[in-house]
């Protein structure tokens, strides 16, 4: 059994981060499966590229892929210290180039944009075996592109992967270190695609499920996953523990730390995930597994730019599939809804992408009267609220005693408790929550 470890951008972000980077990877001596993020800063500036290039300015496009490319050789001599090895990455850095400028010749479409965003993590992961190959350590690079895949509906294919992998793995035995590209995949037809914007986290924990790892690591630039907004609240504290399920909803309720993709194939896979520091390599971090902690209120999280959407109709009363209709509309604009409140005569609802709004709001008004708060920001409480604990939500309704709150989810699982509020009452309520809940 091995253990997976991630390293996010900032982690691979500079020659010097690498070196800590692979000085921690072959520490323990074990074989390792490493997953990479592109140095940070790079996946944006290609996909300034490929702007460029939609906009038909392949001097624009050109100009970046040139002092991106200077960039790299910069870190060429600082990374390697044979000449070996820095010929070896030079001549690798120019093919790689070479290829990023094939693109402002011809048509541009997704297609191209996704074979150009893919090389960052291409080029990362590059960088970090070429020194470890050259540091004596037995390392080998496996391609993302050949077992990462999705499905027709642009979900992971679990099966495909592991299979794939697995059969990847066999054929390299003996390596004590394996390096593959987080974020990049191909999608069921066979073309470079990828998983989200901050999908490395994913990839580590689909590869963890693959080959069975016995711990998921994401490192990253803070001690784990911390209590309350660090930037917003003094004070805060790294939580040692979290179910699964604790973390789902604190990372897609606004933990910046762990992208919220990342939980689900740990947890049906139930390995370990353990969020750590490479700043502070052995501050404990946090470990996220299937133990749940009774009585317990863990974190708050907060997730800004949610719009509130009410419709409120007397036709409503008492009729069967009013909802049906509401949710319909919502669904026909692929636009998903986080908290939802009833009452006999309305519902309220909020959403994050605002991009349908009023096209949703225009339909909605064939049913009832709607009114739409913006500017609001969901707060999520996490930890035991099992409804028979007595006394959990009255604790954090407390809290808020002082705060205009426009709906409270609560019941709809067993984790957590949510307020939406207005967004510039987030410090205050992210405070008072704090000092009530953990001091
Ligand atoms: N490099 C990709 C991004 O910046 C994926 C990742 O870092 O997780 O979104
Ligand atoms: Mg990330």
Known sequence: MMKVMKFGGTSVGSPERMKSVAALITKSGEPTFIVLSAMSGTTNTLIEISDYLYRKNPEGANELINSLEQKYLG??????????YKQKTRQFLNEEFNYLRTFTKDLFTSFEEKSIVAQGEILSTNMVVNYLKEQG?????????????????????????????????????????????????????GEVDNLQRGGSDYTASLVGAA?????IQIWTDIDGMHNNDPRVVEKTEAVRQLNFE???ELAYFGAKILHPTCVQPAKYAGIPVRLKNTMDP?????????????RKIKAVAAKDNIT????????????????????????SYQTSIDMITTSEVGVSMTIENDSHLSEIVDELKKYGTVTVDTDMCIVCVVGDL?????????????????IPVRMISYGGSNYNISFLIREEDKKRALQSLSSVLFN
């Open 75 to 84: 870190h060429v001599e600082e990374l390697y210290s044979t000449e070996e």
């Open 137 to 189: 350590v037995k390392a080998t690079l496996l391609s993302a592109l050949d077992f990462m895949r999705t499905d027709k509906n642009a979900e992971p294919d679990a099966q495909y992967i592991k299979e794939h992998l697995t059969a990847i793995m066999d054929e390299n035995k003996g390596y004590q270190i394996y390096i593959t590209q987080g974020f990049i995949c191909r999608n069921a037809y």
């Open 211 to 215: 080959v069975n790892a016995e711990e």
């Open 246 to 248: 604790e973390a789902s």
């Open 282 to 294: 052995d501050a404990e971090g946090t470990i996220i597994n299937n133990t749940l902690v009774r």
């Open 308 to 331: 509130a959407i009410k419709i409120k109709s007397s036709r409503m009363l008492g009729a069967s599939g009013f909802l049906r209709k509401v949710f319909e509309i919502f669904e």
């Open 386 to 402: 099992d409804w028979s604990n007595v006394g959990f939500e009255t604790l954090a309704t407390d809290a808020m005693k002082d």
